[in-house]
T-cell receptor, first 114, second 112 residues
Framework: DSGVTQTPKHLITATGQRVTLRCSPR?????VYWYQQSLDQGLQFLIQ???????AKGNILERFSAQQFPDLHSELNLSSLELGDSALYFC?????????????FGNGTRLTVT | GNSVTQMEGPVTLSEEAFLTINCTYT??????LFWYVQYPGEGLQLLLK?????DKGSNKGFEATYRKETTSFHLEKGSVQVSDSAVYFC???????????FGQGTRLTINP
């Protein structure tokens, strides 16, 4: 058990809809990362937050947004969903932001857009 | 840009066989290198890491050596077990930036 909790485990929704994925980091970790895993693109870094502030942005679409709350949990919002957004979305956390401490991954949320 | 290239899978071996999964990288600066493993239905787990040239990371019988001259970080294990069946990801991170850049993953299946 990595200590990172993601909910829900599975999500099925229709095109054009909006969903929110939730992540609780490991106790003591201040940094949260979101990754998208799809068959054709592999594991893509989306965005990173550290102690409530955005620290790095990757291949995140404008239809997607995220935030980290004062209790350090994070949410990834996906809107105007398309079939191609179907993927496994992982959250990871680490202690710091520059110290090369390992990332701990949750078990992911599997999103299916129909 | 920064990227990681892994040998294509899937890889199928018999139990007790020798394993090598190749990984090469392109990076600006001096990255740290990682191998992560993903078991079915689970998230990624750190398997081993190396933070500078010639470092050897090892864990659970797996090893990988950071080779700066060949920009490689190949994963090896002398005798694989059925329980090693999983997807293996090579990854890098740059100094001062925690985010990981992953290779495409290699699916490994070990048959008894």
């Amino acid at each position: 058990d990595s200590g990172v909790t993601q909910t829900p485990k599975h999500l099925i929704t229709a095109t054009g809809q909006r969903v929110t994925l939730r992540c609780s980091p490991r106790s003591g970790d201040l940094s949260v990362y979101w990754y998208q895993q799809s068959l054709d693109q592999g594991l893509q870094f989306l965005i990173q937050y550290y102690n409530g502030e955005e620290r790095a942005k990757g291949n995140i679409l404008e239809r997607f947004s995220a935030q980290q709350f004062p209790d350090l949990h994070s949410e990834l919002n996906l809107s105007s969903l398309e079939l191609g957004d179907s993927a496994l979305y992982f959250c990871a956390s680490s202690v710091g932001v520059r110290d090369n401490s390992p990332l701990h991954f949750g078990n992911g949320t599997r999103l299916t857009v129909t | 840009g920064n990227s990681v290239t892994q040998m294509e899978g899937p890889v199928t071996l018999s139990e007790e066989a020798f394993l090598t999964i190749n990984c090469t990288y392109t990076a600006t600066g001096y990255p740290s290198l990682f191998w992560y493993v993903q078991y079915p239905g689970e998230g990624l787990q750190l398997l081993l890491k190396a933070t500078k040239a010639d470092d050897k990371g090892s864990n659970k019988g797996f090893e990988a050596t950071y080779r700066k001259e060949t920009t490689s970080f190949h994963l090896e294990k002398g005798s694989v077990q059925v329980s090693d069946s999983a997807v293996y990801f090579c990854a890098l991170s740059l100094r001062g930036a925690q985010k990981l850049v992953f290779g495409q993953g290699t699916r490994l299946t070990i048959n008894p």
